[in-house]
T-cell receptor, first 113, second 112 residues
Framework: DQQVKQNSPSLSVQEGRISILNCDYT??????FLWYKKYPAEGPTFLIS?????DKNEDGRFTVFLNKSAKHLSLHIVPSQPGDSAVYFC????????????FGTGTLLAVQP | EAQVTQNPRYLITVTGKKLTVTCSQN?????MSWYRQDPGLGLRQIYY???????DKGDVPEGYKVSRKEKRNFPLILESPSPNQTSLYFC???????????FGPGTRLTVT
């Protein structure tokens, strides 16, 4: 049972345009959500996070939106740059005590120059 | 430099031959975890540790063991590897307070 789903395996956008990566979850107990970026031959790196008590969090070109009623999370990258080309994973956590993370399957973003 | 290191980076072994993948972090993090990445399945958590001598199962613990005798080290042990454990493995660490995890570079394991 995939509790965190990224239904788009890949996404291609033009440089300078907006990239929107989506993530759906099924467990209403998730209280913290994160996005990680992964380049080939490297470990994932943390990008941005959001608590379930918020619906938006911004960090420079990256904004994460949370719609709890729809159990939907999205990452917006504006403007997109070729260096943003990577696999993006969303992840969700249940409870601060465990720090257990459930990851989605990832979306490969290609930003075309 | 703050980092998580894993060794070896690449390993080819045969079914049933015990192996250990080491993981070490220099950030004094309390939390450490192991993940495996497989095509179409994303990252799945194998085991995690909240502190020294405190470990717990993740989503796919079968066939794996871990130990946390020191804060900086969290080795992953495969007592009797099987071909279905062929995968890309990542170790990660984090503070006990924050959720952002720092990942190592990965270990590519092939079991024939």
């Amino acid at each position: 049972d995939q509790q965190v789903k990224q239904n788009s395996p890949s996404l291609s956008v033009q440089e300078g345009r907006i990239s929107i990566l989506n993530c759906d979850y099924t467990n209403s107990m998730f209280d913290y959500f994160l996005w990680y970026k992964k380049y080939p031959a490297e470990g994932p790196t943390f990008l941005i996070s959001i608590s379930s008590i918020k619906d938006k969090n911004e960090d420079g070109r990256f904004t994460v939106f949370l719609n709890k009623s729809a159990k939907h999370l999205s990452l917006h990258i504006v403007p997109s740059q070729p260096g943003d080309s990577a696999v993006y994973f969303c992840a969700a956590s249940v409870g601060g005590a465990t720090n257990k993370l459930i990851f989605g399957t990832g979306t490969l973003l290609a930003v075309q120059p | 430099e703050a980092q998580v290191t894993q060794n070896p980076r690449y390993l080819i072994t045969v079914t049933g031959k015990k192996l250990t993948v080491t993981c070490s972090q220099n950030m004094n993090h309390e939390y450490m975890s192991w993940y495996r990445q497989d095509p179409g399945l994303g990252l799945r958590q194998i085991y995690y540790s909240m502190n020294v001598e405190v470990t717990d199962k993740g989503d796919v613990p079968e066939g794996y063991k871990v130990s946390r005798k020191e804060k900086r080290n969290f080795p992953l042990i495969l007592e009797s590897p099987s071909p279905n454990q062929t995968s890309l493995y990542f170790c990660a660490s984090a503070t006990g307070i924050y959720y952002e995890q720092y990942f190592g570079p990965g270990t590519r394991l092939t079991v024939t």
